[in-house]
């Protein structure tokens, strides 16, 4: 096995590799679906084919058309395959035989996720399908598409990725089956899982193979995972029961301290570290706000050692070292100071490691610039098309209606939020674009989109306003081992100066063309209050009559299992948003997202919070239960029970957290966000009188539910939108259609103002 190489690194840039020879062909005006349109192309091969569970459509938001123009950059001939039939491997044929390998996602959601509600019942629809048909992707289709390639081309290699492959990387509780399953390398028979945003990875791996060289070889680079059998005797293996004691003492420091408490409890100073750091030869992670210098590892003895995880057989059968494994997994996600992790899957002569590799190291600007300014047509394939070319009716792909108009200008969130899988797959370090390719972007769209009426859809990414923020320091940024910067409070260390993005701002709506231009991705509120001239800038330039934010809760227990902000920072960001929308004299509504059943909520906490609802005047149109998507720390809580942000413990000094399971109880959880639709009022009824609570059952203002039934309404469910659509993170409704890169918190529901105008009632 080759060795990691030793720091110190700069991360070789995208465009630091001689191009393939088949740059000589072009760019395509689309990836080839076809043969007919690779002979079009003078194409005898293509050198990749990407096989992706979503239509093909070739702009930047959608992750294979990224993938595949990236490497049509660096001079390979790539061609997609897009939603086969996966009944057999003869739709896998149709581009012939890959001349490097195949390329493998589920799309851009998880693949049960976009096919089953929180409830596990089969959707309908499906976003990223042409006409919004569901079923046109099979369950588990990361796993079910490699074995079609496999059986297609049995010698070609297989590299999978996309967030389902990322979310999966480990041994893995999965809702869908109520059961812990295999890692997915293991499942999928892949030669390489590349986890996370995986462009520089790929990149790499694609001029190696490109080279001969086997892929069995290449095991040194960031951002893999695969099966290996034999231990290596030049790296230093640890037990992760060295990191973290489940049942016995926990060693790690406090994962909510700063890294200048950290140092404070020890005696020294952040300075200190910064000097220890320095004195190691280490270049550190350049600060996120130029995003320029390399990130390398704080800790040389970190390069060579890798972290033994409990095998899946272990975790499997013991609640307590899965909590525990998942907990040590997510204290190895920073790049500047990740180790590697083994876990054994199978005993005796069947014996297999699943080896991964430390995170990637993030995209500079220039890197970000780069892949998003490449010529995308901005449109689905002509495939999808009708005899006149438009998009509309059968053709139309939602997903794309969503981020039609949309830009996308960040990655990463260092929220660190337990039930949402955005950290998980793309990282908490925040890679930023320049303010020139935003802007050429915003221009692009205006000339190439059919239908650009001048407005902007949202400028955004996985949070509004993380533009640009992250840790002051390179060093101290290299060295944390936080889930959250934002979590129970904002880090010190935290730079959180919103002036990059009031400029972006400002200078798209200036561009000639454009008219308004609107926030539609979810907005951190809780550092939005920090930049007061943000808010306003906000309120009075880019909100469209009301703004989605996401408080999820009232309620310190469930808020405190989330690592969300207490509804105090709710309350003072309402009070500058009602301000400034009075100052520029304009009504404006907040429309707050909730979750139900999360892990930690009692009764009493949703009872709490419909009153909440009620006395501010909050009527929740649509209800999204938790839905525990794989690996995320959320999930953990859910399957056993134990909070893996405390430190985990077999005994009394382990915390135990109320998870909400059972059909009953997840509906009545609902049902309290829902309080004013009468199907809820029996339920509701009970759960009151049980808690001793009857005095919130009656027609006084001061009541949440009445006495008295309307005749014909126990028990009618009101019919869920069609309009509704799965987040690309993990899967929650929305009422209002939102850019697949820019979801509201996943898990969240959508309410409506009762003051809001009837023109603007949905």
């Not at 596990?120 to 046109?136: E, H, L, M, W």
Request: a positive charge; charged letters at 25%; aromatic letters at 8%.
């Amino acid at each position: 096995m080759s060795p990691v190489p030793t720091p110190p690194q700069r991360a070789r840039p995208l465009t630091g590799y001689k191009p393939f020879w088949a740059k000589r062909f072009g760019p395509a005006p689309f990836l080839p679906m076809s043969r007919a349109e690779m002979e079009a192309l003078g194409w005898d091969s293509c050198d990749v084919v990407l096989v992706t569970g979503d239509a093909y459509v070739d702009h930047p938001s959608f992750g294979m058309a990224v993938i595949g123009r990236v490497l049509e950059a660096q001079g390979f001939r790539v061609g997609i395959i897009a939603q086969p039939d996966w009944h057999s491997a003869e739709p896998f044929k149709a581009l012939g035989k890959p001349n490097l390998f195949w390329g493998v996602t589920a799309g851009n959601m998880d693949s049960m996720i976009n096919r089953y509600t929180a409830d596990r019942k089969i959707r309908s629809d499906d976003a990223y399908t042409p006409g919004d048909v569901g079923g046109q992707r099979p369950d588990r289709a990361a796993i079910v598409y490699s074995q079609r390639c496999r059986e297609a081309c049995k010698d070609v290699p297989i590299i999978l990725g996309g967030i389902e492959g990322s979310l999966r990387r480990i041994a893995h509780y999965d809702y869908w089956s109520d059961s812990v399953r295999r890692s997915i390398v293991v499942d999928s028979k892949c030669d390489l899982l590349l986890y996370g945003n995986a462009e520089r990875a790929l990149v790499e791996i694609a001029h190696r193979l490109a080279r001969r060289e086997p892929v069995a070889q290449i095991t040194d680079v960031r951002g893999t995972a695969f099966v290996r059998r034999a231990s290596d005797p030049g790296w230093r293996e640890i037990d992760s029961t060295e990191v973290d004691r489940p049942g016995r003492v926990d060693a790690l420091a406090n994962p909510y301290q700063t890294t200048a408490e950290r140092a404070a409890g020890q005696g020294t100073s952040c300075d200190a570290i910064k000097t220890e750091a320095a004195g190691a030869g280490q270049e550190s992670a350049g600060a996120p706000k130029s995003l320029e210098k390399p990130i390398t590892l704080i800790r040389p003895d970190h390069v060579r050692t890798v972290i033994r995880l409990p095998s899946y057989e272990q975790v499997r059968r013991d609640p307590v070292l899965y909590a525990h494994a998942n907990r040590v997994l997510h204290l190895e996600t920073n790049p500047g100071n990740a180790r590697a992790l083994v876990q054994a899957h199978g005993e005796g002569r069947s014996a297999r490691d699943v080896w991964i590799n430390p995170p990637p190291i993030p995209l500079s600007t220039a890197e970000m610039d780069h892949i998003f300014d490449l010529p995308y047509a901005r449109n689905p394939h002509p495939r999808y098309a009708d005899e006149r070319g438009r998009h509309d009716g059968a053709t139309k792909i939602p997903a794309w209606e969503m981020i039609r108009f949309s830009v996308n200008i960040m990655r990463g969130c260092f929220g660190g939020c337990t039930f949402c899988s955005i950290t998980e797959h793309e990282g908490r370090i925040i890679q930023s674009r320049s303010e020139d390719s935003i802007a050429r972007e915003v221009e692009a769209m205006r000339d190439q989109v059919q239908g650009f009426t001048g407005v902007v859809s949202d400028l955004g990414g996985p949070t509004a306003n993380m533009y640009r923020l992250g840790c002051r320091d390179p060093a101290i940024e290299a060295a944390c081992r936080k889930p959250s910067c934002v979590y129970p409070g904002i880090c010190p260390n935290l730079g959180t100066d919103h002036d990059p993005l009031i400029r972006v701002y400002r200078r798209v709506r200036q561009l000639p063309g454009v008219k308004k231009v609107l926030i539609g991705s979810g907005l951190r509120y809780d550092l939005a209050i920090r930049s007061p001239a943000y808010v306003k800038e906000l309120v009075q330039h880019h909100v469209g009559g009301y703004l989605k934010i996401a408080p999820e809760h009232t309620e310190e227990g469930p808020l405190s299992k989330m690592m969300k902000p207490g509804i105090g920072n709710y309350d003072r960001f309402k009070q500058l948003f009602d301000q400034y929308s009075a100052e520029a004299g304009k009504q404006q509504f907040l429309i707050p997202y909730f979750i139900a059943a999360h892990p930690g909520t009692s009764d009493e906490d949703m009872l709490h919070l419909a009153l909440w609802l009620k006395r501010n005047g909050f009527r929740a149109d649509q209800v999204q239960a938790f839905y525990p998507s794989p690996m995320a720390t959320a999930t953990t809580m859910y399957h056993t029970g134990v909070n893996p942000l405390k430190g985990v413990h077999r005994d009394e000094r382990g915390e135990r957290v109320d998870t909400v399971k059972g059909e009953r109880r997840r509906r009545l959880h609902k049902a309290f966000l829902r309080y004013h639709d009468p199907a809820n009022w029996p339920l509701l009824r009970q759960a009151l009188k049980d808690m001793g609570r009857h005095d919130l059952i009656g027609s006084g203002k001061h009541h949440l539910i009445p006495a008295w039934q309307p005749a014909g309404t126990e028990g009618y469910q009101a019919p869920r939108r069609k309009n509704s659509t799965p987040s690309a993170a993990t899967g929650s409704l929305q009422k209002k259609k939102l850019p697949a890169h820019t979801k509201p918190a996943p898990g969240a529901i959508l309410t409506q103002h009762t003051g809001l105008p009837p023109r603007r009632r949905k």
